[in-house]
Every structure is written in structure tokens, then in C-alpha cells.
């Protein structure tokens, strides 16, 4: 979700009447602003020089201070007035299908592409129409 999130546009705000400095820049009040969810993403200044790389560890391995500095980058879900209202929803059935994977599947994290999940592969199969009793008559 961090490397290719679902919704990789940003979501626009509006710049207060005051105007607003953004990364360095002030912008004037009433100007619309977004940023790619995507290149917070890959921010090498949060996540490191290796912020493309799929490294789930990363989390384990940090300080306090720069776990919650990824954390807060994190915005697949968005964040603030914005946030997703099926936020919690998602990350349960995450929290349930993964270990359900993982319990049933071999490792195939080299053989897997993130990207399916936005861009899902072709599946090829046969279907027919199920023959179904008649409830008329139950």
C-alpha cells in the first residue's frame, strides 16, 4: 500500500485565507494544493535511501521518533477531515487475511507483484448458471 497505493492522486485542500508556507514556499490564501500520494510515499528523507523497496523490517528496525515519522507519512487512507471512513474495515480484514495467507501458503513474496493489486491481472475461468430447486413449491 506504500510502495503502489490504490489512490495514488492527492486529495486537493484549500490554502487558508492567510495564505500558508509549504515546504519552504508560501502560497497565497484561497489557491487549491494537492500532493501525489505517492512521492510522500517514497520520501527518501522518511523512509530512507531505500524508500521503493518493498521492506516491511523497516518498521521494526527504526527509532521511535522515525516509526512515527513513517507512520505519519503514511497516507494510503488519507488522512485528517479526509481519512477514509472504511479505514477500519480495511485495515481488519488486512490484519485477518494476511495471517490466513500465511498460514495456508507457501512464501511467495518473490514471486508476488504488488502491483496486481492496483492493476489486477486477468483471470480466465468457467462459469455456469446454477441449477436451483424450486422454491415455489418449498
Same mark, same amino acid.
Given at each position: 500500500?506504500?510502495?503502489?497505493?490504490?489512490?495514488?492522486?492527492?486529495?486537493?485542500?484549500?490554502?487558508?485565507?492567510?495564505? /500558508? *508556507?509549504?515546504? #519552504?514556499?508560501?502560497? &497565497?490564501?484561497? *489557491? %487549491?494544493?494537492?500532493?501525489? %500520494? #505517492?512521492?510522500?510515499?517514497?520520501?527518501?528523507?522518511?523512509?530512507?535511501?531505500?524508500a521503493?523497496t518493498?521492506?516491511?523490517? =523497516?518498521?521494526? $528496525? /527504526?527509532? $521511535?521518533?522515525?516509526? =512515527?515519522?513513517?507512520?505519519? /507519512?503514511?497516507?494510503?487512507?488519507?488522512?485528517?477531515?479526509?481519512?477514509?471512513? #472504511?479505514?477500519?474495515?480495511?485495515?481488519?480484514? %488486512?490484519?485477518?487475511?494476511l &495471517?490466513?495467507?500465511?498460514?495456508?501458503? $507457501?512464501?511467495? =513474496?518473490?514471486?508476488?507483484?504488488?502491483?496486481?493489486?492496483?492493476? &489486477?491481472? $486477468?483471470?480466465?475461468?468457467?462459469?455456469?448458471?446454477?441449477?436451483?430447486?424450486? *422454491?415455489?413449491?418449498?
Open positions: 500500500m506504500r510502495i503502489l497505493p490504490i489512490a495514488s492522486w492527492g486529495l486537493d485542500r484549500v490554502v487558508p485565507p492567510a495564505g /500558508a *508556507t509549504i515546504s #519552504g514556499t508560501f502560497v &497565497p490564501g484561497g *489557491t %487549491i494544493v494537492g500532493c501525489q %500520494i #505517492g512521492s510522500i510515499h517514497l520520501d527518501k528523507s522518511v523512509y530512507g535511501d531505500d521503493a518493498f521492506r516491511p523490517e =523497516r518498521w521494526l $528496525e /527504526a527509532e $521511535e521518533s522515525q516509526r =512515527r515519522r513513517m507512520d505519519c /507519512a503514511f497516507l494510503a487512507f488519507s488522512a485528517g477531515k479526509r481519512t477514509c471512513t #472504511g479505514i477500519h474495515i480495511a485495515w481488519l480484514e %488486512i490484519k485477518k487475511t &495471517p490466513l495467507l500465511l498460514m495456508n501458503f $507457501e512464501d511467495v =513474496r518473490d514471486q508476488f507483484r504488488i502491483s496486481a493489486v492496483k492493476y &489486477p491481472p $486477468e483471470i480466465l475461468m468457467h462459469i455456469r448458471k446454477r441449477e436451483l430447486a424450486d *422454491t415455489a413449491n418449498v
